[in-house]
Nanobody
Framework: QVQLVESGGGLVQAGGSLRLSCAAS????????MAWFRQAPGKEREFVAA????????YYADSVKGRGTISRDVAKNTVYLQMNSLKPEDTAVYYC????????????????????WGQGTQVTVSS
């Protein structure tokens, strides 16, 4: 059974940091780009960050650019999202997902291009 399991969320004060993890099991995603999305209450799920399958390229939503860093550890089959200078508007459930297309050239940010979604981890930023 293929699973993506997110962890690392929690309650943090504005200006604080969190490191989210997404551990994959059941298969390797070494040839798939990986991404983080988030969904705030009453809002649609939105793209946050992605990393190419080779790990050489990353892409960030404007809302987290300069505050977020996505990385991956192929040996651990795990993707990370380091979020710094957190703001109340970062409050959301954060999900990781794998690109449907292996060895894709470039990075896509469209939700429908990703599958194998995890269950999400809650991030709450207090003001």
């Amino acid at each position: 059974q293929v699973q993506l399991v997110e962890s690392g969320g929690g309650l943090v004060q504005a200006g604080g940091s969190l490191r989210l993890s997404c551990a994959a099991s059941g298969r390797t995603f070494s040839t798939n780009a990986m991404a983080w999305f988030r969904q705030a209450p009453g809002k649609e799920r939105e793209f946050v960050a992605a990393i190419s399958w080779a790990g050489s390229n990353t892409y960030y939503a404007d809302s987290v650019k300069g505050r977020g860093t996505i990385s991956r550890d192929v040996a651990k089959n795990t993707v990370y999202l380091q979020m710094n200078s957190l703001k109340p508007e970062d409050t959301a459930v954060y999900y990781c997902a794998a690109d449907k297309v292996p060895l894709r050239i470039g990075i896509v940010t469209t939700l429908s291009e990703y599958d194998y979604w995890g269950q999400g981890t809650q991030v709450t930023v207090s003001s």
